[in-house]
């Protein structure tokens, strides 16, 4: 995680100004942080954790 987002979560809404303005600069990083996002969204699919039916 690059220094500018450290405090901010993928998919957790809105963003620091620090990471919008990283982001904004970076399509590579952009498309990153939407896979990150993600990838969290789906670790938190029901059917991937029997034990919290």
């Known amino acids: 995680?690059?220094?500018e987002c450290a405090g901010d979560v993928p998919g957790g809404?809105?963003?620091s100004p620090e990471?919008?303005?990283f982001l904004d600069a970076s399509e590579?990083?952009?498309q990153q942080?939407?896979?990150e996002a993600a990838?969290?969204?789906f670790?938190?699919?029901p059917?991937?954790?029997p034990s919290r039916r």
């Open 1 to 3: 995680m690059v220094e």
């Open 19 to 21: 990471c919008r303005k």
């Open 33 to 35: 942080w939407r896979l």
């Open 13 to 15: 809404g809105s963003l």
């Open 39 to 41: 990838l969290l969204e």
């Open 28 to 30: 590579r990083a952009t």
């Open 43 to 45: 670790e938190r699919l």
């Open 47 to 49: 059917w991937l954790h």
